[in-house]
């Protein structure tokens, strides 16, 4: 009796560390399988993609911390992105036109994420080169890449007080409405609103970027050199999740990007300069039905909101219907950005509603 009660916990033992030798040798195997199909990888090189993915991306080395919004560009920094020129002037903006005669009349300002800023395009090439061409009107690009809707108003509110433009332009996705709820965003740190009564209260200033639990620390340290995992990461698109890249908040990013459009009427209001509100469409509405109604759909509501805050307000995306977009996306998409021809849509559009509003 006491022999069999003894080889039992023995039995459950072994049958365990065979369970958990199998699962490691397939796990290896799925390693070895991976690494072999894919001809990017090696068998004997065998990098941390934890530290890959926090990689900043093309141009990004042209950017420095800012302790209100995250990060802003290096005044006066220049380079190249993607074998493009890439340049900011010494007020921080997206260089531009350098080579033609200096615009004049009233300053129009640009506020926005990449697709403003210029992502993938050279500086003639951005939207707002493209305006200062065609109104001849002086445009400074005060896009940055990644910012949200909230990073978007705040750098607003720090620089139209100083520079004074005629006209503001905020340019908008529909992305920039989900990163209002984000603490961290591209492993990088950045400002957040709550909402508080019927306003707003900014959190996480000073920037910080929020730490990880050591159990997540510890899990991406053994797992963190797998192809195979990085491959399941990928595919199921937690790599933001995995990586430490994002951090969300509790707070509603729809009702947040609303009273946004409150603030930023408050700020054009007080410095007594026009404004337009400008929605701009994602790459992923010209070959996804479910993608175009969503992006739709918010970019609708908040622009609703912009007219309620007694905003002038512009949906190109009607502009990119009419030039037939859908038929060759890759002429007016890349890296799903504007290229030159989708920035000069977005120009003339912009162009058309500052005439017809007589500004």
């Known amino acids: ?43 004997w090189h065998w ?15 042209l950017y420095a911390y800012d302790p209100t919004l995250g990060w802003t560009p290096v005044p006066g920094s220049s380079g190249a992105m993607l074998g493009k020129p890439f340049s900011f002037t010494a007020e921080g903006t997206r260089a531009q036109n350098r080579d033609r005669p ?74 920039d409405i989900v990163r209002t709820a984000l603490a961290v965003r591209d492993a990088k740190g950045k400002p957040y609103f709550v909402l508080e009564g019927d306003g707003l209260a ?42 430490g890249r994002e951090v969300a908040t509790d707070a509603d990013p729809f009702i947040v990007s609303c009273r946004l459009m409150d603030r930023f009427a408050a700020l054009v209001t007080h410095e007594h300069a026009n404004a337009l509100v400008v929605a701009l469409p994602e790459q992923g509405v010209f070959f996804d039905a479910k993608a175009a109604a969503g992006q739709q759909g918010a970019l609708t509501e908040l622009l609703g909101c912009a007219v ?3 905003l002038a307000t512009l949906d190109t995306r009607a502009a990119f219907e009419k030039e037939d977009v859908g038929h060759d996306v890759d002429a007016y998409y890349a890296m799903m950005h504007f290229t030159d021809r989708g920035n000069a849509i977005v120009a003339r559009s912009i162009a058309a509603a500052l005439a017809g509003s007589k500004e």
């Open 1 to 43: 009796m006491t022999a069999r009660s003894s080889s039992r916990p023995r039995s459950a033992w072994s049958g365990l560390a065979l369970s958990a030798g199998m699962v490691v040798l397939c796990l290896l195997a799925g390693e070895l399988i991976t690494r072999l199909t894919d001809p990017g990888e090696s068998l």
């Open 47 to 61: 990098p941390y993609y934890a530290v890959m993915a926090s990689q900043p991306s093309p141009g990004e080395t």
């Open 202 to 243: 900014l959190r996480n200033v000073p920037v910080q970027v929020a730490g990880r639990s050591p159990l997540m620390t510890a899990a991406q340290h053994l797992l963190g050199y797998s192809h195979l995992f990085d491959l399941i990461v990928n595919r199921l698109g937690v790599q933001q999740f995995w990586y």
């Open 102 to 175: 200096p615009a004049t009349g009233p300053l129009i300002m640009a506020f926005g994420d990449s697709m403003t800023e210029g992502f993938a395009v050279g500086n003639d090439e951005t939207w707002p080169a493209h305006l200062e061409r065609l109104t001849g009107r002086r445009v400074l690009n005060a896009g940055v890449r990644g910012y949200g809707l909230d990073q978007i108003v705040l750098r607003a509110e720090r620089l139209v007080p100083e520079i004074k433009p005629s006209t503001v332009v905020l340019a908008f996705i529909a992305d």
């Open 308 to 310: 309620k805050a007694g």
